[in-house]
Protein backbone atom coordinates (compact mmCIF):
# COMPACT_ATOMS: atom_id res chain seq x y z
CA UNK A 1 0.00 0.00 0.00
CA UNK A 2 1.29 3.43 -0.89
CA UNK A 3 1.23 6.19 1.56
CA UNK A 4 2.11 9.72 2.48
CA UNK A 5 3.31 11.26 5.62
CA UNK A 6 3.05 15.10 6.76
CA UNK A 7 4.45 14.91 10.55
CA UNK A 8 3.62 18.03 11.25
CA UNK A 9 0.08 19.19 11.47
CA UNK A 10 1.63 23.22 12.19
CA UNK A 11 4.35 24.77 10.75
CA UNK A 12 4.69 28.62 12.70
CA UNK A 13 7.27 30.19 11.41
CA UNK A 14 8.17 34.61 11.08
CA UNK A 15 7.93 36.41 8.28
CA UNK A 16 11.57 36.64 6.32
CA UNK A 17 13.00 33.02 7.75
CA UNK A 18 13.56 30.14 6.25
CA UNK A 19 10.46 28.00 6.02
CA UNK A 20 10.18 23.78 5.74
CA UNK A 21 7.39 21.75 5.56
CA UNK A 22 8.19 18.08 5.52
CA UNK A 23 7.34 15.35 3.40
CA UNK A 24 7.91 11.54 3.39
CA UNK A 25 6.76 8.74 1.24
CA UNK A 26 6.29 5.21 1.12
CA UNK A 27 5.25 3.76 -2.70
CA UNK A 28 6.60 1.35 -4.58
CA UNK A 29 8.63 2.42 -7.70
CA UNK A 30 9.61 5.94 -8.68
CA UNK A 31 6.93 7.89 -8.18
CA UNK A 32 5.78 11.55 -9.28
CA UNK A 33 5.65 14.00 -6.13
CA UNK A 34 4.02 16.91 -5.88
CA UNK A 35 3.11 19.70 -3.55
CA UNK A 36 -0.27 21.96 -3.74
CA UNK A 37 -1.43 24.71 -1.72
CA UNK A 38 -4.56 25.64 -0.54
CA UNK A 39 -6.09 28.88 0.40
CA UNK A 40 -9.72 29.00 2.49
CA UNK A 41 -12.34 28.16 0.38
CA UNK A 42 -10.52 27.63 -2.67
CA UNK A 43 -9.37 24.65 -4.43
CA UNK A 44 -5.91 22.83 -4.57
CA UNK A 45 -3.14 24.84 -6.42
CA UNK A 46 -0.48 23.10 -7.72
CA UNK A 47 3.12 24.72 -6.68
CA UNK A 48 5.70 21.95 -7.97
CA UNK A 49 6.50 18.11 -9.08
CA UNK A 50 9.39 15.92 -9.37
CA UNK A 51 9.48 13.51 -12.10
CA UNK A 52 13.02 13.00 -12.71
CA UNK A 53 16.07 14.39 -12.94
CA UNK A 54 17.67 17.22 -10.48
CA UNK A 55 17.02 16.25 -7.01
CA UNK A 56 16.19 20.20 -6.18
CA UNK A 57 12.81 21.27 -7.74
CA UNK A 58 11.75 24.65 -8.18
CA UNK A 59 8.10 26.03 -8.50
CA UNK A 60 5.73 28.92 -8.42
CA UNK A 61 6.07 31.90 -5.22
CA UNK A 62 9.92 31.44 -5.04
CA UNK A 63 8.72 27.76 -3.34
CA UNK A 64 11.42 24.56 -4.01
CA UNK A 65 11.20 21.24 -3.40
CA UNK A 66 14.36 18.74 -2.45
CA UNK A 67 14.04 15.18 -3.09
CA UNK A 68 15.69 12.39 -1.20
CA UNK A 69 15.81 9.21 -2.64
CA UNK A 70 17.32 7.39 0.34
CA UNK A 71 14.95 8.84 2.35
CA UNK A 72 11.61 9.03 0.84
CA UNK A 73 11.47 12.62 1.66
CA UNK A 74 10.02 15.71 -0.70
CA UNK A 75 10.12 18.37 1.63
CA UNK A 76 8.79 21.90 0.52
CA UNK A 77 11.57 24.71 1.30
CA UNK A 78 11.26 28.63 1.04
CA UNK A 79 14.71 30.77 1.62
CA UNK A 80 12.21 33.60 3.12
CA UNK A 81 8.60 33.44 4.23
CA UNK A 82 5.89 35.88 3.77
CA UNK A 83 2.55 36.50 5.39
CA UNK A 84 0.90 35.67 1.95
CA UNK A 85 2.49 32.03 2.68
CA UNK A 86 -0.14 31.05 5.38
CA UNK A 87 -2.04 28.60 3.64
CA UNK A 88 -2.43 24.66 4.10
CA UNK A 89 -0.27 22.58 2.16
CA UNK A 90 -0.17 19.22 0.62
CA UNK A 91 2.30 16.77 -0.46
CA UNK A 92 1.00 14.34 -2.87
CA UNK A 93 2.86 10.52 -4.56
CA UNK A 94 1.54 9.18 -8.33
CA UNK A 95 2.53 6.08 -9.08
CA UNK A 96 3.99 5.38 -12.73
CA UNK A 97 1.57 3.91 -14.95
CA UNK A 98 -1.72 5.47 -12.29
CA UNK A 99 -3.90 7.79 -12.70
CA UNK A 100 -4.66 8.72 -9.22
CA UNK A 101 -3.02 10.50 -6.29
CA UNK A 102 -2.10 9.76 -2.84
CA UNK A 103 -2.63 12.60 -0.51
CA UNK A 104 -0.74 13.34 2.75
CA UNK A 105 -3.18 15.29 5.46
CA UNK A 106 -2.07 18.30 5.39
CA UNK A 107 0.30 20.90 6.98
CA UNK A 108 -0.87 24.14 7.69
CA UNK A 109 1.55 26.79 7.22
CA UNK A 110 1.17 29.86 9.82
CA UNK A 111 3.53 32.90 8.80
CA UNK A 112 3.59 35.63 11.67
CA UNK A 113 4.74 39.12 10.11
CA UNK B 1 -7.00 31.09 -19.73
CA UNK B 2 -7.11 27.55 -19.42
CA UNK B 3 -8.82 26.44 -16.42
CA UNK B 4 -10.84 24.01 -14.54
CA UNK B 5 -14.58 25.55 -13.41
CA UNK B 6 -16.80 24.74 -10.70
CA UNK B 7 -20.44 26.01 -10.44
CA UNK B 8 -22.02 26.95 -8.35
CA UNK B 9 -18.97 28.00 -6.08
CA UNK B 10 -21.90 27.73 -2.52
CA UNK B 11 -24.47 25.07 -3.15
CA UNK B 12 -27.09 24.88 -0.18
CA UNK B 13 -29.59 21.87 -0.35
CA UNK B 14 -31.89 20.34 2.18
CA UNK B 15 -31.74 16.85 3.58
CA UNK B 16 -32.71 14.35 1.15
CA UNK B 17 -32.92 16.89 -2.08
CA UNK B 18 -31.17 15.83 -5.24
CA UNK B 19 -28.20 18.28 -6.11
CA UNK B 20 -25.75 18.41 -9.19
CA UNK B 21 -22.45 19.81 -9.15
CA UNK B 22 -21.02 20.92 -12.16
CA UNK B 23 -17.23 21.30 -13.67
CA UNK B 24 -16.22 21.88 -17.05
CA UNK B 25 -12.72 22.67 -18.28
CA UNK B 26 -10.86 24.19 -21.35
CA UNK B 27 -7.36 22.28 -20.75
CA UNK B 28 -8.63 19.70 -23.39
CA UNK B 29 -7.54 16.85 -20.49
CA UNK B 30 -8.84 13.45 -21.10
CA UNK B 31 -8.94 12.34 -17.12
CA UNK B 32 -11.45 14.21 -15.19
CA UNK B 33 -11.56 13.71 -10.99
CA UNK B 34 -14.46 14.52 -8.20
CA UNK B 35 -12.84 15.09 -4.77
CA UNK B 36 -14.79 14.89 -1.33
CA UNK B 37 -12.75 17.39 1.38
CA UNK B 38 -14.09 17.96 4.54
CA UNK B 39 -12.76 20.73 7.09
CA UNK B 40 -8.95 21.23 6.30
CA UNK B 41 -8.74 17.24 5.49
CA UNK B 42 -6.62 15.91 2.64
CA UNK B 43 -9.71 15.53 -0.64
CA UNK B 44 -11.04 11.88 -0.64
CA UNK B 45 -10.89 10.65 -4.11
CA UNK B 46 -15.16 9.70 -5.05
CA UNK B 47 -14.16 8.52 -8.64
CA UNK B 48 -12.79 9.67 -11.82
CA UNK B 49 -13.22 9.17 -15.64
CA UNK B 50 -10.22 8.31 -18.01
CA UNK B 51 -12.24 9.71 -21.30
CA UNK B 52 -15.56 7.74 -21.35
CA UNK B 53 -14.11 5.00 -18.51
CA UNK B 54 -15.89 5.77 -15.59
CA UNK B 55 -13.79 4.32 -12.31
CA UNK B 56 -15.44 4.45 -8.85
CA UNK B 57 -13.64 4.32 -6.10
CA UNK B 58 -14.63 1.06 -3.79
CA UNK B 59 -15.71 3.56 -0.71
CA UNK B 60 -17.41 5.79 -2.67
CA UNK B 61 -21.00 5.45 -1.19
CA UNK B 62 -23.92 4.59 -3.86
CA UNK B 63 -25.62 7.65 -3.39
CA UNK B 64 -22.89 9.36 -5.17
CA UNK B 65 -22.97 9.44 -8.87
CA UNK B 66 -21.56 11.12 -11.86
CA UNK B 67 -21.70 11.93 -15.65
CA UNK B 68 -19.30 13.07 -18.39
CA UNK B 69 -21.59 14.25 -21.10
CA UNK B 70 -18.35 15.09 -23.29
CA UNK B 71 -14.38 16.02 -23.06
CA UNK B 72 -14.70 19.52 -21.37
CA UNK B 73 -17.72 18.56 -19.20
CA UNK B 74 -18.65 16.15 -15.70
CA UNK B 75 -21.14 16.13 -13.20
CA UNK B 76 -21.31 15.11 -9.61
CA UNK B 77 -25.20 13.81 -8.63
CA UNK B 78 -25.75 13.68 -4.79
CA UNK B 79 -29.20 11.60 -4.83
CA UNK B 80 -30.14 12.03 -1.39
CA UNK B 81 -27.28 14.34 0.55
CA UNK B 82 -27.26 13.40 4.11
CA UNK B 83 -26.04 15.65 6.51
CA UNK B 84 -22.51 13.85 6.65
CA UNK B 85 -22.21 14.79 2.67
CA UNK B 86 -21.85 18.61 3.62
CA UNK B 87 -17.96 19.04 2.53
CA UNK B 88 -16.21 20.70 -0.42
CA UNK B 89 -16.07 19.11 -3.89
CA UNK B 90 -13.23 19.53 -5.70
CA UNK B 91 -13.04 18.77 -9.53
CA UNK B 92 -9.87 17.92 -10.90
CA UNK B 93 -8.70 17.49 -14.59
CA UNK B 94 -5.02 15.95 -16.09
CA UNK B 95 -3.72 14.57 -19.20
CA UNK B 96 -2.82 10.88 -19.48
CA UNK B 97 -1.10 8.94 -22.38
CA UNK B 98 1.22 6.74 -23.33
CA UNK B 99 0.51 5.05 -19.59
CA UNK B 100 2.09 8.74 -18.59
CA UNK B 101 -0.34 11.04 -16.01
CA UNK B 102 0.60 14.50 -15.88
CA UNK B 103 -0.54 16.88 -13.30
CA UNK B 104 -3.76 17.45 -11.80
CA UNK B 105 -5.31 20.99 -12.00
CA UNK B 106 -8.04 21.49 -9.38
CA UNK B 107 -11.05 24.05 -10.06
CA UNK B 108 -12.16 26.09 -7.09
CA UNK B 109 -14.64 23.76 -5.67
CA UNK B 110 -18.10 23.97 -4.33
CA UNK B 111 -19.17 24.22 -1.10
CA UNK B 112 -21.73 22.31 -0.36
CA UNK B 113 -24.10 22.67 2.96
CA UNK B 114 -27.22 20.11 3.53
CA UNK B 115 -29.92 21.70 6.00
Known amino acids: AQSVAQPEDQVNVAEGNPLTVKCTYS??????LFWYVQYPNRGLQFLLK??????LVKGSYGFEAEFNKSQTSFHLKKPSALVSDSALYFC???????????FGKGTMLLVSP | DAMVIQNPRYQVTQFGKPVTLSCSQT?????MYWYQQKSSQAPKLLFH???????NEADTPDNFQSRRPNTSFCFLDIRSPGLGDAAMYLC??????????????FGPGTRLTVL
Open chain 2, 92 to 105: ATSRESSGRTDTQY
Open chain 1, 27 to 32: VSGNPY
Open chain 1, 50 to 55: YITGDN
Open chain 1, 92 to 102: AVLRRGYSTLT
Open chain 2, 27 to 31: LNHNV
Open chain 2, 49 to 55: YYDKDFN
